[in-house]
């Protein structure tokens, strides 16, 4: 390793003191983005406007830690190999910045794309209203208690407890409307033609 770093050109042993530091950043950050510590940063977050306006983060920044970490880790190690070659010094350096700046876009670009694969899984119960589904488990007439049905919501089937207002019990089977959520989180159903 020594006889590495005194064969180097003063130019390249500066270039390995940003990539070796950097490289070793991008390794305990891995570690611990595998065990579960800081992975993330936030780029989900809402954005407040000074007249009130709440525009939701796209998950795009350019400037993060993770991304100029890259940039300076790239930048050095190309700058380190291409100062070997025999490209002129400038042409090598500009090339290894190039590299760097790159390397910082598609990881602005790369992490926006994991973050909106994210999904928080909680259903909006309020987005039930005016779906169809499916009565599981019979529901007794006039609010006299409930019953389950299934549906789908927000590309999701799931089952949800149930009242109806109808002066009729709704069998296993009958297919419903959604009309209304109560305050308490159960949905109100009536009943619909199997056509409808």
């Known amino acids: 390793m020594i006889n590495w770093w005194n064969e180097l050109l003063l130019i390249q042993q500066i270039f390995a003191l940003i990539a070796l530091p950097s490289t070793l950043l991008i390794i305990i950050q891995t570690i611990l983005m595998l065990i579960g510590i800081g992975g993330d940063s936030g780029a989900d977050a809402d954005v407040d406007i000074d007249d009130g306006i709440e525009v939701p983060d796209d998950g795009l920044a350019i400037f993060s830690v993770r991304g100029v970490t890259s940039m300076l880790c790239i930048t050095g190690w190309v700058a380190v190999a291409l100062l070997e070659t025999s490209l002129p010094q400038g042409v090598s350096i500009a090339i290894a910045i190039a590299c760097g700046v790159a390397t910082l876009i598609g990881m602005a670009y790369l992490m926006r794309a994991v973050y909106r694969l994210q999904s928080s899984g909680?259903?909006?119960?309020?987005?039930?209203?005016?779906?169809?589904?499916?009565?599981?488990?019979?529901?007794?007439s006039t609010g006299n208690g409930s019953g389950k049905i299934n549906l789908t919501v927000q590309e999701k089937f799931?089952?949800?407890?149930?009242?109806t207002t109808s002066g009729e019990q709704l069998k296993t089977g009958a297919f419903v409307r959604v009309v209304a959520v109560s305050e308490s989180g159960v949905l109100v159903v009536?009943?619909?033609?199997k056509k409808n």
């Open 190 to 193: 009536e009943p619909i033609d």
């Open 158 to 163: 799931s089952e949800f407890t149930a009242i």
């Open 122 to 140: 909680n259903i909006d119960i309020e987005n039930c209203v005016g779906k169809i589904g499916e009565v599981y488990i019979p529901i007794p």
